[in-house]
């Protein structure tokens, strides 16, 4: 077992010790990350960026430069450089890996959170309707029928449609979804509304607690049911910046692997 993978499990294990037993108190999640001081973020970072991942290779080098490590000066250069890269794709995957990373352009929706969160985004209509591609997408698509009777899941379905679309869903909480989803018929509108609340619905409660879209697909990728995704939101929610932590220490140990 890799000593990242060790750091990882200790701070999981702590956030969720906090979840049962200490929701106030969160230092000792705190001390899980002390000993990434001297991990090789711009490695870690350069690898992640070759694989594409450019939204986690900035949030690696943030972390170097917030916490003034050594290498830190470095580090915010060559965020700097991928930032600048990144605001060139002005695609939906581009802007969605900029989400809550760096200010875009005035009317484009996707300028800095400031304080928000990813949930603020699609809650604030920025998010297109997508066009089905599969059988998941066209399922969708007939849910958001729901939306005239219960408007807050629009940017909830919006959310997930775009989550997909992205590959963020596990197999696992996909099959849930469709099975679910699959039972909703939108005139009898109790019932659907309570399936999209129990289903649907977690996932926006886990964008409100995430300061960026790297933070949001990076949690959602480690769900493999809507109850992971609730524990989670509710992990994430016990104090500020909880799910930046956690999204970090998840995209070092998939980089140092």
């Not at 450089?81 to 352009?105: C, F, K, R």
């Not at 977690?202 to 949001?216: I, Y």
Request: proline share 4%; charged share 20%; with cysteine.
């Amino acid at each position: 077992m890799s000593i990242l993978r060790m750091i990882l499990i200790l701070v999981l294990g702590t956030l969720l010790f906090v979840v049962l037993q200490l929701p106030d108190d969160l230092h000792q999640a705190d001390a899980g990350f002390a000993g990434l001081a001297d991990a090789d973020f711009r490695r870690m970072a350069s690898t992640e960026w070759k694989a594409g991942r450019k939204a986690a290779a900035v949030t690696l080098l943030g972390y170097a430069v917030e916490n003034r490590l050594p290498d830190a000066a470095a580090c915010a250069g060559v965020r700097e450089g991928y930032l600048a890269v990144m605001e060139i794709d002005q695609s939906l995957t581009g802007n969605l890996a900029l989400l809550g990373l760096q200010q875009g352009g005035a009317d484009s929706g996707f300028e800095s959170l400031a304080g928000e969160t990813v949930a603020e985004w699609f809650v604030g209509g920025h998010a297109p309707p997508l066009s089905a591609d599969d059988e998941f997408g066209a399922q969708l698509t007939a849910v958001r029928e729901l939306s005239s009777l219960f408007p807050p899941a629009d940017p909830a379905l919006r959310l997930l449609a775009i989550a997909h679309a992205e590959g963020l869903l596990r197999a696992e909480l996909r099959q849930q979804l469709r099975r679910a989803l699959g039972g909703v018929a939108v005139e009898e509108s109790a019932a659907a509304v309570v399936t999209v609340q129990e289903t649907v619905m977690p996932l926006l409660q886990l964008a409100r607690q995430c300061r960026s879209w790297a933070e949001f697909g990076t949690l959602l990728r480690y769900a493999g049911s809507v109850d992971q995704v609730k524990l989670l939101a509710r992990m994430a929610s016990l104090a500020p910046l909880n799910s930046g932590k956690l999204a970090r220490g998840l995209m070092v140990v998939e980089a140092g692997e």
